[in-house]
T-cell receptor, first 110, second 120 residues
Framework: GQNIDQPTEMTATEGAIVQINCTYQTSGFNGLFWYQQHAGEAPTFLSYNVLDGLEEKGRFSSFLSRSKGYSYLLLKELQMKDSASYLCAVKVNNFNKFYFGSGTKLNVKP | GAVVSQHPSRVICKSGTSVKIECRSLDFQATTMFWYRQFPKKSLMLMATSNEGSKATYEQGVEKDKFLINHASLTLSTLTVTSAHPEDSSFYIC????????????????FGPGTRLTVL
C-alpha cells in the first residue's frame, strides 16, 4: 500500500519562512508533487521532485530525499494569501497514479 | 494552458437517485483521467483511473457498481454515482493527463474545479 504522512495543521507569521514536511512509504516511486488547495477549489501545482535535492521556484522550494522517503516544501516571505492546504502527492509507476497525503492546513497570521 | 472542466459544479439530489458528473479536458486530449473524492478537511482519495476506450481501474475498497466510470472520448470522462446515499456526499474532483506531454513532466495532472455532491 501507499502511506503518505503530513502534519495536519501549521501556523506561521506573515513574512516568515515555513517548512512543511512529508514522509512516504510507497512502491514504484516515480516522483513527488506539491499542490496548493484553497477551500472548495481544485489543487494547483506548485513543485515536482523526482531526483534528490532542492528545487527552487521563487518563494517556494521543495526538497526530496528518496533514500529517506522524505520531502519538504519551503515557503519564504509568507503572505496572507498563502493560507491554504498543501498537499504532498506521490506518483507511482503503475498507470502513473497519484496518491495524496492528508494535507497540511497552513494558517498565516499578520 | 491546460483546462479541465467539471459539470455540474454543485448538485443536490434525493437518496436513491443517480447522479452523473462530467469531466472534460477543454484544450488537450487526455488518454487518462483520474477520479478523486475529498471529505471535508481531508485530502484527495483516488477512486479510479479512467482510460479512454477501456474499463476503468478502481482502487481497493471502491465499489465499481456504485461508481460507474465511462471514458468515451479523449476529452470526456463521466462518473455516475448510482443509488446515491447521504454517505456519498462529498467533493468529487477529476484530473486529466495530457497525452502530448512527455512521460516525465513537471505538471502532469490538471485538475478540474470539483463537484460538490449533497445527497439528502
Amino acid at each position: 500500500g501507499q502511506n503518505i504522512d503530513q502534519p495536519t495543521e501549521m501556523t506561521a507569521t506573515e513574512g516568515a519562512i515555513v517548512q512543511i514536511n512529508c514522509t512516504y512509504q510507497t512502491s514504484g516511486f516515480n516522483g513527488l508533487f506539491w499542490y496548493q488547495q484553497h477551500a472548495g477549489e481544485a489543487p494547483t501545482f506548485l513543485s515536482y521532485n523526482v531526483l534528490d535535492g532542492l528545487e527552487e521556484k521563487g518563494r517556494f522550494s521543495s526538497f526530496l530525499s528518496r533514500s529517506k522517503g522524505y520531502s519538504y516544501l519551503l515557503l519564504k516571505e509568507l503572505q496572507m494569501k498563502d493560507s491554504a492546504s498543501y498537499l504532498c502527492a506521490v506518483k507511482v509507476n503503475n498507470f502513473n497514479k497519484f496518491y495524496f497525503g492528508s494535507g497540511t492546513k497552513l494558517n498565516v497570521k499578520p | 494552458g491546460a483546462v479541465v472542466s467539471q459539470h455540474p459544479s454543485r448538485v443536490i439530489c434525493k437518496s436513491g437517485t443517480s447522479v452523473k458528473i462530467e469531466c472534460r479536458s477543454l484544450d488537450f486530449q487526455a488518454t487518462t483521467m483520474f477520479w478523486y473524492r475529498q471529505f471535508p478537511k481531508k485530502s484527495l482519495m483516488l477512486m479510479a483511473t479512467s482510460n479512454e476506450g477501456s474499463k476503468a481501474t478502481y482502487e481497493q475498497g471502491v465499489e465499481k457498481d456504485k461508481f460507474l466510470i465511462n471514458h468515451a472520448s479523449l476529452t470526456l470522462s463521466t462518473l455516475t454515482v448510482t443509488s446515491a446515499h447521504p454517505e456519498d456526499s462529498s467533493f468529487y474532483i477529476c484530473s486529466a493527463r495530457n497525452r502530448d506531454l512527455p512521460p516525465v513532466s513537471y505538471n502532469e495532472q490538471f485538475f478540474g474545479p470539483g463537484t460538490r455532491l449533497t445527497v439528502l
